[in-house]
């Protein structure tokens, strides 16, 4: 009998001890390098409603039907001798999250501990996997199940098989003869995959953000980017003409002026999303490009042409996972003062912000730091579905602490009351809060709550601290200390380096509570 292929082989590994995939295709931009603990990558899985619905569905099944390895799960073993998942990531994360319900992050955490109270673990110490020779060959599987076939299956969306061809682009050392001859795809639609995944990629650059409300900065940091419209659009040559766009095989020529391009690029990401009203009397779609190019570009900021003229926008070696390049980080950091995604920023320790006022003497010491963000200057991202948090947070993280001490340390009060409330509504705790106190969830207030979520509701140890800090009256980063800020009188505490340093204190917490974290 002939020897059975590998994918046809099974051997049993370990779900605790399987990696995920960091550079899954699912996982879209800047993000995919940061994909390193489980709850990062569930927070990529469910980045959509529709998505958070199918993985709900898919650890429903699992939990009622148990782990059925019909479709195989595809691992190759890197240089350090970790099983990576190939094909898959979306079963092994539920498995492990089932397992290990306390990785889960906090916006799935109470449905995840549900599901897994009903679930015998054990049946799922270890599961039938298909270990691939290298991950040469387990791209090749992928290949076939993502882009060609895989009936049985969630394919890739458009950009996800595009970053792909981008990162295999880059293995291949952008010879496109030696990728169309190992795999299906033309010269064609490699060419186009990594000219769009560049354009679709402007869309971070801080001179895009930096016109977009929380919304539309979601949507660009989502897959709500359709490829499809990027393609008609910038594919058409009046457009080329009006912007100064032209295409040489991969590269993406700009004859025009690089900050008015990106501003006319941002009036027209508005204008597909549609979350902005404007004064057209059609929706800018598939069914309006190219016939009604010339009222779009009529409507758009005009893009000029002259000093800072004729860049190159291309992938080079660093395109896989973040599709962006050495030529197009440039335009991708015009402003590092505006804001990125879900309200995180850089800056520059920029005393005119200040108004020329000096800090005050902390009563704690803290790096001096203008504005609330990380110790170390580091970027914030949150994962909260209130629109008001995040416009909320994107506000906090703005406002130049020195000369606003008071309208930061206030609405820092209020940042944590909406952020604890969204944590217990995302864990569905409202019913159990009110039977606690006998009262509608409502009526309840912020130290009630912040009492009943602590240890058996937070698993995190220094989240936990964070609460009893807050729940202490003795202690300087109390609770009482913020109601202070609202109804108090005294301003003694009210100074940047204490609002920063209660801000620091409060960063444990607020991972939990509203997933923040470093970017």
Known sequence: MEEKEWWEKRVRRSVDYLKLWKGNPRFDGDDAVAKIKVSDFADAIISSKTEKDDFYDLVKSIVKHGFRAFDPIVVWRNEDGKYIVAEGNRRVLALKLLRQPHLAPSSIRQFIRQQAAKFDK????????????????????ILERHTVSGATHKRWDRLQQMRYIVELYDDYGHDADALIENTNFTRKA?????????IRDWATSNIVLDKMTVEERELIHSRSISISILERWFTSEDVKQAWGISFDEEKVLVSSNRSSLLQAYAGFLKLMFGVTPNDLTFDVNTRSIPQKNKEILEYLPKVNFGEDSYETYTNGSSASGSGKNQNSTEAANDDKNTPLANGSNKESEDSSNGGGSTTPEPLKKTPPRNRLRMVDGSTTRINAKSKRINALFYELTQVPVKKYTHIAASSLRVFLDLSVDEFIRNNEL???????????????????????????????????????????????????????????????????GFVNSFWDMLTPLMSELIGMREH
Do not use: M
Request: hydrophobic fraction near 30%; aromatic fraction near 10%; charged fraction near 25%.
């Open 190 to 198: 490699i060419f186009d995959a990594i000219r769009f995944v560049t």
């Open 122 to 141: 054990y049946s799922i110490e270890k599961i039938p996997v298909c270990l691939a020779p290298s991950y040469k060959d387990a791209r090749w599987y």
């Open 430 to 496: 409202e019913k159990n809060i009110a039977q606690k106190y006998n009262s509608k969830y409502e009526h309840t207030v912020l130290l009630q709550r912040l009492k009943f979520i602590q240890n058996q509701h937070i698993d995190c140890k220094k989240a936990n601290k964070c609460v009893g800090k807050l729940l202490q009256p003795t202690n300087e980063h109390s609770l009482d200390t913020l109601n202070s800020f609202v109804h108090g009188h005294e301003t003694h505490k009210c100074d940047a």
